[in-house]
């Protein structure tokens, strides 16, 4: 039994990666509005939900993480510091 499950079984051994919880990036954050008039109005989002773990946010948080993962990349591909 041991060679069948050597070849067609999972290994009980897990790695680091697969034991240790990612931390969502919130990298992908879906607008939502109150009424259907609002849609598409910047200004009028009432919330936003991330598309990776279905985590809801305010309008607030949300702008604050598009802002901060914004400030990452111009960093990461430009070099270039956040201004403060």
């Known amino acids: 039994m041991s ?3 050597k070849l067609f079984g999972k290994s009980e051994e897990k790695t680091a990666a ?3 919880p990612v931390a969502c990036p919130h990298t992908v ?5 109150d009424t259907i008039d609002d849609m598409g109005k ?3 989002i009432s919330g936003y939900t991330c598309q990776a773990c279905g985590e809801a946010f305010t309008a607030d948080e949300g702008h604050a993480l598009q802002s901060k993962e914004a400030d990452r ?3 990461d591909l430009i070099g270039e510091k956040p201004q403060t």
Not at 29 to 33: C, E, I, M, N, T
């Open 3 to 5: 060679m069948f499950k």
């Open 18 to 20: 697969e034991q240790t």
């Open 29 to 33: 954050l879906l607008p939502r509005w």
């Open 42 to 44: 910047q200004d009028r």
């Open 73 to 75: 990349l111009r960093e």
